[in-house]
T-cell receptor, first 112, second 115 residues
């Protein structure tokens, strides 16, 4: 079945550091890939998405590229801020499953 | 992006009572809605999927008689936790998707505390 594997957290960084959160997936067919962010006490917000191989999703300085050859969708940001502290979820969607499959989430803590 | 609201954001109830949580899509028609449960510091667990006008499809291990889901219109779904017990205390999040949309949009969540 479909699955998403994320790096375990928490990830602790200093402000302005470079961020990478790894995400790899297993899926039948051609999934669409997503990154969602959850701030403390809130629901999930769509951060970015990519629907086909080599697409790059980007938003608020975050980027992720759909790599079919490595089945990966790693999240990156060049310079994190304290306000980026949250839990980040990688997810995939295939039409056959008709639902999102989530990774376990990676908590990011950014300190001054 | 599309907006999904939930109400209430927080509810405290006594054991044995029932609690209803509403989920609304504010600017699109949600042909499919999803209900998730999230335990502290964990990922989301899908409870059920509902299509407008149809009975909900529950995930394995989720009691359909305890978690009643109604999706009577294209903008509203409700989750009723019947005869709630302390172990039902959790963060419940709804999500919605429109007919031609691939992206799911999430509500802000409802924190339920059963005393």
């Amino acid at each position: 079945g479909d699955s998403v594997t994320q790096m375990e957290g928490p990830v602790t960084l200093s402000e302005e550091a470079f961020l990478t959160i790894n995400c790899t997936y297993t899926a039948t067919g051609y999934p669409s890939l997503f990154w969602y962010v959850q701030y403390p006490g809130e629901g999930l917000q769509l951060l970015l998405k990519a629907t086909k191989a080599d697409d790059k999703g980007s938003n608020k300085g975050f980027e992720a590229t759909y790599r079919k050859e490595t089945t990966s969708f790693h999240l990156e940001k060049g310079s994190v801020q304290v306000s980026d502290s949250a839990v980040y979820f990688c997810a995939l969607f295939t039409g056959g499953g008709n639902k999102l499959t989530f990774g376990t989430g990676t908590q990011l803590k950014v300190e001054l | 992006g599309a907006v999904v609201s939930q109400h209430p954001s927080r509810v405290i109830c006594k054991s044995g009572t029932s609690v209803k949580i509403e989920c609304r899509s504010l600017d699109f028609q949600a042909t499919t809605m999803f209900w998730y449960r999230q335990f502290p510091k964990q990922s989301l667990m899908l409870m059920a999927t509902s299509n407008e006008g149809s009975k909900a499809t529950y995930e394995q291990g989720v009691e359909k008689d305890k978690f009643l889901i109604n999706h009577a219109s294209l903008t509203l779904s409700t989750l009723t936790v019947t005869s709630a017990h302390p172990e039902d205390s959790s963060f419940y999040i709804c999500s919605a998707r429109g007919g031609t949309m691939e992206t799911q949009y999430f509500g802000p969540g409802t924190r339920l505390l059963v005393l």
